[in-house]
């Protein structure tokens, strides 16, 4: 409620200074591409100010500047909104923006229109993603066929910057990020299908941290795993140990020399109930471990995960997909 209310109070603020913001603009690009730029800045606050070429170049940079942050403003408010209309009209506005700088600087026989349009689709498919829908839209919307060429380059170049800053579009980053869309990165998504819980040892080794050295090593002969976790009274893990920690005991004439408080090591990294699979993964890579501990919200040790079992649970996920 906070937000919407501080949302809605700079929009209203936004709308009040220059009225252009408002709405989904499409009046204010026909004014653009009629020549008839002095009914729009004669609703805002610059009508106070005589008509000069300077005038409508802040004015208009200002509306492409603040367009930005008017569009997310509403969305994240929660107001109904979208990327199609706020890009055709910041496109179209930049385009028009252009033509009075080049105007502005001497340039004769500017094409107004021509430059309003180009904008639309460059703007359009840098947001969207879509440089084929941008050219076509515009074309046909407009019956500017003459313009293909143009709206191709544009378009192509818009587009083709806005993937080498993210290759995912914006609208679907979230989702790629959350492994509900697959994207080009095959690990990731296929790892993105895993969970903590389809690849922890829910059944591991654990032994209290006051036990003997008798009680491990009889739990070794037992026992059918390579490591062990160290638990307090309250089940939280205090350290770990792995087979390779155990043979200067093994191999002892005097085992009862060794403790485990001496012999037990703290886990390279923490892995937590509900972690990203991916955030897990990349834990085994920086430490190079093997098995690392898992802990529930309340830091109770719940299990260990391995790296061979990641890598089998991968490859089934390669497999039923290969399939």
């Known amino acids: ?48 100010f005589e008509l000069k070429d300077w005038t409508i170049i802040i004015f208009l940079t200002l509306i492409c500047l603040l367009k930005a942050f008017a569009t997310p ?4 408010s929660g107001g109904n909104g979208g990327n199609f209309a706020p ?5 179209g506005t930049l385009g028009f923006l ?21 904008g639309m689709a460059g703007v359009m498919s840098g947001a969207l993603y879509a440089p084929l829908t941008a050219i076509f839209l515009i074309a046909e919307s407009s019956f500017g066929y003459d313009l293909f060429i143009p ?40 790892i993105t299908r895993l969970q903590v819980a389809d690849v922890i040892d829910a059944n591991p080794q654990t032994i209290p941290i006051n036990a003997s050295i008798h009680q491990l090593l009889s739990m070794v002969k037992t026992g059918s795993k390579n490591v062990f976790a ?21 191999f002892s004439n005097d085992p009862e020399s060794y403790s485990i408080t001496k012999l037990m090591k703290e886990p390279p990294a923490i892995i937590h109930e509900g972690e990203d699979m991916v955030e897990v993964v990349q834990k085994f890579d920086q430490t190079d471990a093997w098995h690392l501990p898992v802990l529930d919200q ?26």
């Not at 700088?101 to 180009?118: H, R, S, W, Y």
């Not at 391995?306 to 490859?315: D, G, H």
Request: net charge positive; proline share 4%; with cysteine.
């Open 73 to 76: 403003i509403t969305i994240f």
């Open 1 to 48: 409620m906070k937000r919407a209310m501080l949302g809605g109070a700079v929009l209203s603020l936004l709308c009040v200074t220059l009225p252009p913001l408002f709405g989904e603009g499409y009046g204010v690009i026909k004014s653009f591409t009629s020549g008839h730029v002095e009914f729009v800045i004669h609703n805002s606050f610059f009508r106070y």
């Open 98 to 118: 252009f033509a009075q700088v080049c105007k502005m600087i001497g340039l004769q026989d500017v094409p107004e229109t021509n430059l309003v349009l180009a």
């Open 298 to 323: 309340n830091g109770k040790f719940t299990g260990f995960i391995s790296k061979p079992t990641i890598l089998i649970k991968y490859r089934k996920q390669l497999q039923t997909y290969s399939e």
């Open 230 to 250: 160290i638990v307090d009274n309250q089940g939280k893990l205090t350290g770990m140990l792995t087979l390779d920690d155990l043979k200067p005991v093994i």
């Open 151 to 190: 709206l191709m380059i544009v378009s192509v170049i818009s587009f083709l910057v806005a993937k080498r800053f993210s290759p995912i579009s914006p609208d679907l980053k979230k989702l790629a990020d959350e492994g509900k869309i697959f994207t080009r990165e095959h690990d990731k998504n296929l």
């Open 87 to 91: 890009s055709l009209f910041a496109g």
